[in-house]
T-cell receptor
Framework: NAGVMQNPRHLVRRRGQEARLRCSPMKGHSHVYWYRQLPEEGLKFMVYLQKENIIDESGMPKERFSAEFPKEGPSILRIQQVVRGDSAAYFC????????????FGPGTRLTVT | EDKVVQSPLSLVVHEGDTVTLNCSYEVTNFRSLLWYKQEKKAPTFLFMLTSSGIEKKSGRLSSILDKKELFSILNITATQTGDSAIYLCAVEAEGSGGSNYKLTFGKGTLLTVNP
């Protein structure tokens, strides 16, 4: 039973380019969460999605960031016109339901903006 | 804003020592508290605590929650070098509208166990 998969594992982008991060949840999981881990800081919640729906995006910056979880395929976190401050590790987690069950984390994507 | 504070931020011990990691929280609509171990990559789940005073145990690790005083501790006995990691505490809280849950993480405790 494969765990949560994220790709790419490492992504280098120049300032102004777009970054697309992908997350495939565990089999049987229909809830996906994205977190950002900045250097020297803890994991911060960004967005929670179910299939085709954004449930809670209260942690996501209002500009340049968007997320989707289509009916088919992985969840995508998209960052447009990246800046140096976007450099971080982005983790995706999934769960079977959103109540009372633990979230399983993927290995993360380390984004470096040069 | 929901807040989770862990202490100490870092800790260095020798193999065989016992350590206690602390996590205090201030959240609205608390649901559960979770502990994760983060080595080089993704956090891996250790415990979920929802009720006060009931100890959860897994091998040399144990954890307990105090919902009155709003804190939890994670104990590791007879530490080994393989226990070296960042230990993250997270609180699951009900979001707005009563239908969503999100985790708020503390900054973690970096534990180093020397041989």
């Amino acid at each position: 039973n494969a765990g949560v998969m994220q790709n790419p594992r490492h992504l280098v982008r120049r300032r102004g380019q777009e970054a697309r991060l992908r997350c495939s949840p565990m089999k049987g999981h229909s809830h996906v969460y994205w977190y950002r881990q900045l250097p020297e800081e803890g994991l911060k919640f960004m967005v929670y999605l179910q299939k085709e729906n954004i449930i809670d995006e209260s942690g996501m910056p209002k500009e340049r960031f968007s997320a989707e979880f289509p009916k088919e395929g992985p969840s995508i976190l998209r960052i447009q016109q990246v800046v140096r401050g976007d450099s971080a590790a982005y983790f995706c987690a999934s769960s079977r339901a959103h109540r009372g069950l633990e979230q399983y984390f993927g290995p993360g994507t380390r984004l470096t903006v040069t | 804003e929901d807040k989770v504070v862990q202490s100490p931020l870092s800790l260095v011990v020798h193999e065989g020592d016992t350590v206690t990691l602390n996590c205090s929280y201030e959240v609205t609509n608390f649901r559960s508290l979770l502990w994760y171990k983060q080595e080089k990559k993704a956090p891996t789940f250790l415990f979920m605590l929802t009720s006060s005073g009931i100890e959860k145990k897994s091998g040399r690790l144990s954890s307990i929650l105090d919902k009155k005083e709003l804190f939890s501790i994670l104990n590791i006995t007879a530490t080994q070098t393989g226990d070296s990691a960042i230990y993250l505490c997270a609180v699951e809280a009900e979001g707005s509208g009563g239908s969503n849950y999100k985790l708020t993480f503390g900054k973690g405790t970096l534990l180093t166990v020397n041989p």
